[in-house]
């Protein structure tokens, strides 16, 4: 099909929902993404987070071919040996206790609210009020889009849930929100959408202590920061906090579509049958594939990311007319005098893929983008945000 006509198409028969650049990605191999021109760019945005050992990952592939040729759906009424591979491997990656496997990442944080809602309700009666922060991001369903802490996403759609509180992100802020009622905290260590903010440390240290005391639940929306994006296997190992339930997808399907809810200590038998589940969730594809995914967040790796996260940064932070960089390890904002939109077209127009968050430039390369790599990213940057 040509460009022009997928164009059309696109608009004739998919909902309006997206605000599309104009380009059709076709092929690609690791940090390198082709359009249907044969244009080469270079991928920072990785799918929203997705693609984090680069397009075509041989690994990831072998694996996810292998399974495709075994069996490719296993309703969740029967057993499957790469749902419970990926699980042993999550436990023995973050310590959590049990996963429960959906599709995305609002599925993900779906099941964190209903955990965290049953553990309140089942331990103190009726304690079900759920904490967030504002500029927070939780998903697109009714329950997340209740639970992000944007006015702006919270129209259209009425009613929305009861149970929901939305603080700044500090404790004076928690205070404010906090009743007799609250069952759990959710927040995300790096908040993606609004705009790569990293919470302050000492913050989340005190939220945790705060939690620990009322036997709060502390969940960690890491559907984003997660998978080795800040260099660290998960962000709250940054924050040396222990959360009670981690969510995660974007990175850890690698290209297929899977979400995690992972459930530490005290929630690990919060659900019993029925309580829960899903028809697609933990598809063996996918989870054949996360193996590999997870597989690879060795020490190394994560360094890596971490010098590569230092490098870009300290770079931008010496572009004209860039006024911030914010972020950890290779997950990126910025914020120029240009709007953020423009920046990224300009960008695209030049062969680099780059993705914006709220009133920023966001980045998003794959783990495994080479120095070369970034400092071609970083020449059309700079042509881009100095002009
Ligand atoms: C993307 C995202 C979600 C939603 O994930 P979907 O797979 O789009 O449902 C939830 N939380 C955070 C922090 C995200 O970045």
Same mark, same amino acid.
């Given at each position: 099909m040509d460009k022009n006509n997928v164009f059309e198409?696109?608009?004739? +028969?998919? #909902?309006?929902?997206? /605000?599309? *650049?104009?380009?059709? *990605?076709?092929?690609?191999?690791?940090?390198?993404?082709?359009? #249907?021109?044969?244009?080469?760019?270079?991928d920072c945005a990785t799918g929203i987070g997705v693609n984090i050992f680069g397009i075509n990952d041989e690994v990831w592939k072998n694996a996810v071919k292998a399974q495709i040729d075994n069996i490719q759906h296993v309703?969740?009424?029967?057993?499957? %040996?790469?749902? &419970?591979e990926l699980a042993a491997a999550?436990?023995?990656?973050?310590?959590?206790?049990? &996963? +429960?496997?959906?599709?995305?990442g609002a599925e993900a944080n779906e099941c964190a609210i209903k955990?965290?809602?049953?553990?309140?309700?089942?331990?103190?009666?009726?304690?079900?009020?759920?904490?967030?922060? $504002? !500029?927070?991001?939780?998903?697109?369903? @009714?329950?997340?889009?209740? #639970?992000?802490?944007?006015?702006?996403?919270h129209s259209h759609f009425g009613p929305f849930l009861e149970g929901f509180k939305y603080a700044e992100p500090t404790m004076r802020g928690i205070y404010s929100c906090y009743t007799e009622k609250t069952c759990a905290v959710m927040i995300e260590v790096v908040q993606g959408e609004s705009g790569v903010n990293v919470l302050d440390?000492? =913050?989340? $240290?005190?939220? %945790?202590?705060?939690?620990?005391?009322?036997d709060i639940l502390l969940i960690c929306d890491? &559907?984003?920061?997660?998978?080795?994006?800040?260099?660290?296997?998960? /962000?709250?190992?940054?924050?040396? @906090?222990?959360?009670?339930?981690?969510?995660?997808a974007?990175?850890?399907?690698?290209?297929?579509?899977?979400? #995690?809810?992972?459930? +530490?200590? $005290?929630?690990?038998?919060? =659900?019993? =049958?029925? !309580?829960?589940?899903?028809? =697609?969730?933990?598809?063996?594809?996918a989870c054949a594939g996360a193996v590999t995914i997870v597989e690879r967040f060795t020490p190394e790796l994560l360094l890596e990311v971490q010098g590569k996260g230092a490098y870009f940064k300290a770079n931008i932070e010496h572009i004209k007319n860039v006024r911030a960089v914010s972020g950890l390890g290779l997950m990126i904002g910025i914020t120029t005098d240009k709007p953020p939109r423009e920046v990224a077209e300009k960008c695209l127009e030049r062969g680099l893929? &780059?993705?914006? /968050?709220?009133?920023?430039?966001?980045?998003?390369?794959?783990?495994? @983008?080479?120095k070369r790599q970034i400092d071609a990213a970083l020449k059309i940057l700079n042509e881009v945000i100095s002009q």
């Open positions: 198409n696109d608009k004739r +028969f998919i #909902a309006n929902t997206y /605000a599309r *650049f104009p380009v059709v *990605f076709t092929s690609g191999e690791g940090a390198i993404l082709k359009d #249907a021109d044969g244009k080469e760019y270079i309703c969740n009424l029967y057993y499957s %040996e790469p749902q &419970v999550l436990c023995k990656l973050t310590g959590c206790k049990k &996963v +429960f496997f959906g599709n995305s955990a965290a809602r049953k553990y309140g309700n089942d331990r103190y009666g009726d304690r079900n009020e759920i904490i967030t922060l $504002k !500029d927070s991001f939780h998903g697109r369903t @009714i329950a997340t889009l209740t #639970a992000t802490g944007q006015d702006a996403f440390r000492q =913050f989340l $240290k005190e939220l %945790e202590k705060f939690c620990k005391e009322r890491e &559907v984003q920061c997660g998978n080795g994006r800040t260099g660290y296997a998960y /962000a709250y190992e940054w924050a040396g @906090i222990s959360p009670d339930i981690v969510t995660t974007k990175g850890l399907g690698g290209g297929l579509p899977i979400g #995690a809810c992972m459930l +530490f200590d $005290k929630c690990e038998n919060v =659900f019993g =049958f029925g !309580d829960h589940g899903t028809t =697609f969730g933990g598809n063996p594809v893929v &780059v993705l914006t /968050a709220h009133d920023k430039v966001r980045l998003l390369p794959p783990l495994i @983008i080479t």
